[in-house]
């Protein structure tokens, strides 16, 4: 076990002596001997037996200086008392919160400037164990009346009881124990004293104060004995202690124990040293409850930004933010939006899936890869990723906050998709390399929102826009376009989006199987560049080729789809149609073709 020592070192902070450095030595524990080595940056040396030392070790009874601190490894024990061993309280008193908010503090400043420390301590710490240690710090400086203070907490199993050697620094001192008994665990504490004797907390007093959710006091005499009668005649034989309960779900069981002594007290009778002992505590009983209602305070908040934090994979940022501002229960209401659906598919998965047969972590690694390309560009434009499909992935716009833009951020979301699948595919060796994406954009009303069953539920969309969207995913492959939109989402790409950003053709009316009313499909495509294969010329010549094959005049489609590159390969879909049909129309033509699968 290691760790620094210093004046603003976490958990072994000296901050009482200012000739000790920020970061001042190095110390290792290894079960017998404790290793000190003075760090390069120390200003001032370490005294061990009277000689300045950089570099040395010592054991249990030995000690060491630095400025005016003496540090003394020790070898303390910590023993939580049962109810049979505990002499019968000579004064109990119960403090409800309320009643200790009403006290005014007799030195107010000096609490409030040590109190103030705590929310730093709180957001600075990286583990409760550190936390511990800090917190048990404060309370030291803010309670100077006593001996002995605990971080404790009642829990019903714990691992096995530690003895570690503890190392006391006077004036104060700081160390690490760890005891468990009788369900009780003290989880960290800390003495004023270099006297020898034990840290004995009453488990009666902790379990009373976390139950009552009050702080408990407790006054009993050292020297009662259960089978004489009891006689309390000094105020030096009068010890107290009392507990705070840090009431919070994100401190399970826990509690601030303070213990000290009045040896130092004038004499009076037992009872009016008692009321002078409750009377004088109530200050530091004041300060334990706003140090524990501070404590619990922030680390609820961090327990619930730690839970937030979790959800983030299972909501979108804008659902997060709505979820922010509004109602949890208005905001995922399911209800009618108007929505633009992307429905993308992995391309070459059963390919991959044979050569990787024996690499299934690799494959599924690569998939996942994949699938990140995806949500990332659907998130990263304003949409909400609804749910996944094996290897596809389906995201929406216009929920929970209307979008008039939804069909812009959708377009942009399927063309960078698209660009990026295809910048991997260039590279060898690449994770994605292989894989291609299918993608289908359609717009219309859907039930978006919080759906499900009674036992499980998911934020997703729900109408047949969404199955369209599906569907025009799927006929990526037989018309051979990466990306193809219906007629509503064409429309708005139009009259919305410059064709500097994105364009449109429209490749064919179509009947899919199952569905009763013909479309037209369209193909979204990225702006015109040198690296384009099309150009706009060569997109309305194909669409000229389009009117002629709808009005029924095959040869001029025929010719018109001739003067498109033959690079691009959705023009094979009508090309090929009209080759197999001799080029002339049937006499039923309608203009539509009718897909022969799904």
């Known amino acids: 076990m290691g760790f620094i020592l210093g004046r603003v070192t976490p958990g072994w902070a000296v901050p009482w002596d200012d000739r000790i450095s920020r970061q001042h030595a190095d110390l290792r524990w290894d079960g017998e001997k404790l290793s000190v080595q003075r760090l390069m940056d120390a200003r001032n040396p370490i005294f061990y037996r009277g000689l300045r030392k950089d570099e040395f070790e010592i054991g249990i009874g030995d000690h060491f200086v630095i400025g005016q601190t003496t540090f003394s490894l020790v070898d303390q024990r910590v023993r939580v008392l049962a109810s049979a061993d505990e002499p019968p309280a000579l004064t109990e008193q119960s403090y409800p919160p309320s009643q200790l908010r009403q006290i005014r503090y007799r030195n107010a400043d000096q609490?409030?400037?040590?109190?103030?420390?705590?929310?730093?301590?709180?957001?600075?710490?990286?583990s409760d164990e550190e936390l511990h240690v800090r917190v048990v710090n404060l309370l030291m400086q803010g309670i100077p009346q006593a001996t002995f203070v605990a971080i404790v907490s009642e829990q019903s199993q714990e691992p096995p009881p530690s003895a570690t050697p503890r190392i006391e620094a006077t004036p104060s001192f700081r160390g690490w124990s760890e005891t468990i008994d009788l369900g009780i665990r003290v989880l960290h504490w800390d003495s004023r004293s270099l006297i020898i004797k034990p840290f004995s907390p009453s488990a009666q007093l902790i379990r009373q104060?976390?139950?009552?959710?009050?702080?408990?006091?407790?006054?009993?005499?050292?020297?009662?004995?259960?089978?004489?009668?009891?006689?309390?005649?000094?105020?030096?034989?009068?010890?107290?202690?009392?507990?705070?309960?840090?009431?919070?779900?994100?401190?399970?069981?826990?509690?601030?124990?303070?213990?000290?002594?009045?040896?130092?007290?004038?004499?009076?009778?037992?009872?009016?040293?008692?009321?002078?002992?409750?009377?004088?505590?109530?200050?530091?009983?004041?300060?334990?409850?706003?140090?524990?209602?501070?404590?619990?305070t922030l680390r609820q908040t961090r327990l619930l930004q730690r839970r937030q934090d979790s959800l983030r994979p299972f909501f979108a940022p804008i659902v997060r933010h709505a979820l922010a501002t509004k109602d949890p229960d208005q905001v995922l209401a399911p209800r009618e939006a108007n929505v633009s659906v992307l429905f993308c598919d992995l391309r070459g998965f059963s390919r991959q899936s044979e050569e990787s047969s024996n690499r299934l972590l690799d494959l599924l690694?690569?998939?996942?890869?994949?699938?990140?390309?995806?949500?990332?560009?659907?998130?990263?434009?304003?949409?909400?990723?609804?749910?996944?499909h094996g290897d596809a992935a389906m995201g929406f716009w216009g929920w929970p906050l209307e979008q008039p833009d939804s069909v812009?951020?959708?377009?942009?979301?399927?063309?960078?998709?698209?660009?990026?699948?295809?910048?991997?595919?260039?590279?060898?060796?690449?994770?994605?390399?292989?894989?291609?994406?299918?993608?289908?954009?359609?717009?219309?009303?859907a039930v978006a929102g919080r759906i499900g069953t009674v036992d499980q539920v998911k934020v997703t969309v729900f109408g047949p826009v969404v199955n369209l969207a599906s569907r025009l995913e799927n006929m990526t492959k037989q018309?051979?376009?990466?990306?193809?939109?219906?007629?509503?989402?064409?429309?708005?790409?139009?009259?919305?989006?410059?064709?500097?950003?994105?364009?449109?053709?429209?490749?064919?009316?179509?009947l899919p199987?199952?569905?009763?009313?013909?479309?037209?499909?369209?193909?979204?495509?990225?702006?015109?560049?040198?690296?384009?294969?099309?150009?706009?010329?060569?997109?309305?010549?194909?669409?000229?080729?389009?009117?002629?094959?709808?009005?029924?005049?095959?040869?001029?489609?025929?010719?018109l789809l001739h003067q498109v590159p033959a690079e691009d390969r959705v023009k094979d879909f009508l090309t090929v149609f009209i080759a197999q049909h001799g080029r002339t129309a049937p006499p039923d033509w309608n203009g539509y073709i009718k897909l022969p699968e799904k």
């Open 408 to 445: 812009q951020h959708a377009a942009a979301a399927a063309l960078a998709i698209r660009a990026e699948f295809e910048r991997s595919a260039a590279i060898p060796d690449h994770p994605l390399a292989g894989f291609r994406a299918g993608i289908g954009l359609s717009t219309g009303k």
């Open 513 to 559: 199987i199952g569905m009763k009313k013909p479309l037209m499909v369209s193909e979204l495509l990225l702006p015109e560049s040198v690296d384009s294969v099309l150009t706009d010329q060569h997109i309305q010549a194909y669409e000229k080729a389009l009117d002629s094959f709808q009005d029924g005049n095959w040869s001029e489609a025929f010719r």
């Open 365 to 388: 690694r690569r998939v996942s890869d994949a699938l990140g390309v995806m949500t990332h560009h659907i998130l990263g434009r304003n949409g909400v990723v609804g749910d996944f």
């Open 479 to 510: 018309l051979q376009a990466p990306i193809l939109i219906d007629e509503a989402t064409a429309v708005r790409i139009k009259a919305e989006v410059p064709s500097n950003i994105a364009r449109v053709r429209r490749v064919a009316k179509v």
């Open 111 to 126: 609490r409030i400037d040590v109190l103030s420390r705590l929310p730093e301590i709180i957001s600075s710490c990286s």
């Open 209 to 296: 104060a976390i139950a009552t959710h009050e702080s408990v006091l407790h006054v009993w005499s050292r020297t009662h004995d259960r089978n004489t009668p009891s006689v309390y005649t000094q105020s030096e034989n009068i010890d107290w202690a009392f507990c705070t309960p840090i009431s919070s779900e994100a401190c399970p069981g826990w509690a601030i124990y303070v213990a000290g002594d009045f040896s130092s007290m004038t004499a009076h009778g037992s009872r009016d040293a008692t009321l002078a002992i409750t009377d004088d505590l109530q200050d530091d009983l004041k300060f334990a409850e706003l140090t524990a209602t501070t404590m619990a």
